[in-house]
Each structure stands twice: as structure tokens, then as C-alpha cells.
């Protein structure tokens, strides 16, 4: 399954970045299996450019095969439908809202495109799993990632040039890249927003 069958099948549309990232063959492992991935990366690492796997070794994320989007969307509205009944005070999903998950934390947590009524860019939530929280995470695709880089720079002492950050780094606007450039990683690390509770009900 590819992206566009995905986004047929799920009737919307992912982000102008995510498209271009995937155009250049960095998802290229998205199109197949988990498994498939796992045995490439454990028995061709002689033949495998780190860079062609977009976002493998970034943080606490893992990326959904492109296969396993719907089956990944069915569960979350699941888990919401769920969420309504042990949480009296939410009505409803609101309307104006529409998520759809594209990787998810080792936990289980699922990060989140949301879609809203009236915006062309979806920004990016986490759904707590275990506790039906919504949380803001980032404005925007590209925010998302650049938060991605400081913390595996960071948290996982990458270097930042890297072959693997590089190809990563390449995707960012100019602002974000300026600041990795002109700021200690360890500054921009403490400097990051929090996460903040997003309220998608209807009460």
C-alpha cells in the first residue's frame, strides 16, 4: 500500500512535508512490513544507508508502515469511543476535529496528525493510551520532526552531524536549522515547549 492509497482510503490528505519526504524515497520502508524492515536492517546493515529510513532510530518514535495506517485509525477511534463511556463529562468527539496516527511511542502511545475544519496543516497530538489524554505536541509536520532531532541529538547523544541527522536536518525550514547551527543542542533542549492538554470532546 502506498501513501496515496492510504490517504484514499482514510479520505484526507497528509501534510505537503510528509509527502516530500516520502517522494524521495526516505519512507520507502514504510511500504512494506515490520518485519520486513527488522530483518533488512538486522542481516543487509552492509547495504543499508541509515538515511534512507526515515525516522527509525528517532526517539521514542516509531512510524507506522503505510499498511497499517487504517488498522492503526480503527483502534485510536476505539480507544475514544471508549474514553466516552468512562469519562461521563465528554459528549462527543468534537466535529471540527479528525485524527489520524502515524507512529506511536514504545508505550503504545499514538502520535496523531489533527485535522481541523477550516486549517490546511494538521498539527500533531499524542494520545495517551493508558489515560485517554490529548496532548499538544507540535504546530506543524516540520516542528514536529525538528522537536524529534534535539531530543535524539540530545537525549541519545547522536552527533548532530551525522549522516543520519544530516539526512533529517535537510527537511527543516531555515529557522530551525539556523538554531541548530547557532545553539548549544543541550540550550535548545531545555528550551523546548511542553506538551499541552488538547481538548478534542464535546461537553
Not at 524515497?25 to 512490513?33: I, K, Q, R
Not at 542481516?43 to 526515515?54: E, P, S
Not at 468527539?93 to 502515524?102: G, Q, V
Amino acid at each position: 500500500m502506498d501513501l496515496r492509497d492510504v490517504e484514499m482510503s482514510l479520505g484526507i490528505q497528509f501534510p505537503e512535508l510528509f509527502h516530500a519526504i516520502n517522494n524521495s524515497g526516505m519512507m520507502d520502508h514504510l511500504s512494506h512490513s515490520r518485519e520486513w524492515v527488522e530483518d533488512k536492517i538486522a542481516n543487509d546493515m552492509n547495504y543499508v544507508w541509515l538515511g534512507d529510513f526515515f525516522g527509525e532510530w528517532m526517539g521514542d518514535c516509531c512510524l507506522f508502515a503505510f499498511e497499517n495506517l487504517p488498522s492503526a485509525c480503527d483502534e485510536l477511534y476505539e480507544c475514544l469511543r471508549f474514553d466516552l463511556k468512562i469519562y461521563p463529562e465528554r459528549q462527543s468527539i468534537n466535529s471540527l476535529y479528525r485524527l489520524i496516527p502515524f507512529a506511536h511511542k514504545i508505550s503504545g502511545d499514538k502520535y496523531c496528525f489533527l485535522y481541523e475544519d477550516g486549517e490546511k496543516e494538521p498539527k500533531i497530538v499524542v494520545y495517551g493510551h493508558d489515560t485517554g489524554d490529548v496532548d499538544l505536541w507540535a504546530n506543524s509536520f516540520e516542528e514536529f520532526l525538528y522537536f524529534q532531532i534535539v531530543e535524539e541529538v540530545a537525549d541519545e547523544n547522536r552527533e548532530i552531524h551525522s549522516d543520519y541527522i544530516m539526512a533529517h536536518i535537510q527537511w527543516l525550514n531555515d529557522a530551525h536549522k539556523r538554531l541548530l547551527t547557532e545553539m548549544p543542542i543541550k540550550d535548545i533542549w531545555e528550551q523546548l515547549p511542553e506538551p499541552q492538554e488538547f481538548n478534542i470532546w464535546s461537553c
